[in-house]
């Protein structure tokens, strides 16, 4: 931990990289933990693409008003708590992310870069005018302007990234100088490329995850013995104690 504390305590510039294990302590599956992630119950390549929206729309739709009320069932944990915090008190600058839940917006973070689109938004795909979350969570799925499908603002299996998010994440992680990765499997591209970028530049790069990454060879320190909550209780701790 003193080698952790050292190289987050001498950086200017902190950007935290997370994927979904940094909400599986809040109840919400990832994707790929084994047996327990979300892909190994549903099929993306059925549901969780822009060709179901297209020809199996009420299906598409029952999938997310699903995954919709369970992230509603949780919230942010006290590991999201922390990050708030820390953006607040200049110790990281950003966080970017591939979750859709929104709890690092929920839990006080303001420079957030979703990566793959956000539940916190719903827009018609045919006018893309915005739609009510509470309307879509009831059921209601059509347009009210243009009987459009209603789809979440997420990005979809063969769908184009946001061009601009994924900008903004680039020059983010240009700028750092500190790129930590908490619970993502790094494995799906373009998203995964941030922890290249940033050891390209000099950047110093700690991963915290349970299970091994393709970019683990590249990490400065890795964190597998303790869960992302955890780690981010512990850190919080050392700098509350140091300062
Ligand atoms: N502490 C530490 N690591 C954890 C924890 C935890 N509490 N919970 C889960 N993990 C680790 C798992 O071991 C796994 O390696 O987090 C990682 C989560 O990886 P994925 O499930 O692949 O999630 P992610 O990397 O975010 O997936 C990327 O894939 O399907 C798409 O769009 C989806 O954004 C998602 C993208």
Same mark, same amino acid.
């Given at each position: 931990?003193?080698?952790?504390?050292?190289?987050?305590?001498?950086?200017?510039?902190?950007?935290?990289?997370?994927?979904? !294990?940094?909400?599986?302590?809040?109840?919400?599956?990832?994707?790929? %933990?084994? +047996?327990?992630? $979300?892909?190994?119950?549903?099929?993306?390549?059925?549901?969780?693409?822009?060709?179901?929206?297209?020809? +199996?729309?009420? /299906?598409?739709?029952? #999938?997310?008003?699903?995954?919709?009320?369970?992230?509603?069932?949780?919230?942010?944990?006290?590991?999201?708590?922390?990050?708030?915090?820390?953006?607040?008190?200049? @110790?990281?600058?950003? @966080? @970017?992310?591939?979750?859709?839940?929104?709890?690092?917006?929920?839990? !006080?973070?303001?420079?957030?870069?979703?990566?793959?689109?956000?539940?916190?938004?719903?827009?018609? +795909?045919?006018?893309?005018?915005?739609?009510?979350? /509470?309307?879509? $969570?009831?059921?209601? +799925?059509?347009?009210?302007?243009?009987?459009?499908?209603?789809?979440?603002?997420?990005?979809?299996?063969? *769908?184009?990234?946001? /061009?601009?998010? #994924?900008?903004?994440? /680039?020059? *983010?992680?240009?700028?750092?100088?500190?790129?930590?990765?908490?619970?993502?499997?790094?494995?799906?591209?373009?998203?995964?490329? #941030?922890?290249?970028?940033?050891?390209?530049? !000099?950047?110093? $790069?700690?991963?915290?995850?349970?299970?091994?990454?393709?970019?683990? @060879?590249?990490?400065?320190?890795?964190?597998?013995?303790? %869960?992302?909550? *955890?780690? $981010?209780?512990?850190?919080?701790? *050392?700098?509350?104690?140091?300062?």
């Amino acid at each position: 931990m003193q080698e952790i504390m050292k190289m987050i305590q001498s950086s200017a510039y902190t950007t935290i990289f997370t994927g979904a !294990g940094m909400s599986t302590e809040s109840g919400l599956p990832d994707f790929r %933990s084994k +047996n327990r992630g $979300l892909w190994t119950k549903f099929n993306p390549d059925e549901l969780a693409n822009v060709v179901a929206l297209e020809n +199996n729309f009420e /299906e598409f739709s029952e #999938f997310y008003q699903y995954r919709l009320r369970e992230i509603d069932k949780y919230q942010p944990h006290e590991g999201h708590l922390i990050l708030g915090q820390w953006e607040k008190r200049g @110790i990281i600058r950003g @966080i @970017i992310t591939q979750n859709v839940d929104g709890f690092h917006h929920d839990a !006080g973070n303001q420079n957030v870069m979703e990566l793959h689109g956000t539940f916190r938004k719903f827009y018609c +795909n045919r006018c893309k005018r915005e739609h009510d979350r /509470e309307a879509y $969570l009831s059921g209601n +799925n059509k347009c009210e302007y243009c009987d459009g499908p209603v789809r979440p603002g997420i990005v979809l299996f063969g *769908e184009m990234l946001p /061009e601009d998010v #994924f900008y903004k994440a /680039e020059i *983010e992680t240009r700028r750092s100088d500190l790129l930590i990765v908490l619970g993502s499997s790094l494995t799906v591209t373009p998203a995964n490329m #941030f922890p290249m970028i940033a050891k390209e530049q !000099g950047a110093k $790069l700690i991963i915290v995850n349970r299970e091994d990454t393709p970019m683990d @060879i590249y990490a400065d320190y890795i964190v597998q013995d303790k %869960s992302i909550r *955890e780690f $981010l209780i512990e850190v919080d701790q *050392e700098l509350k104690g140091r300062c």
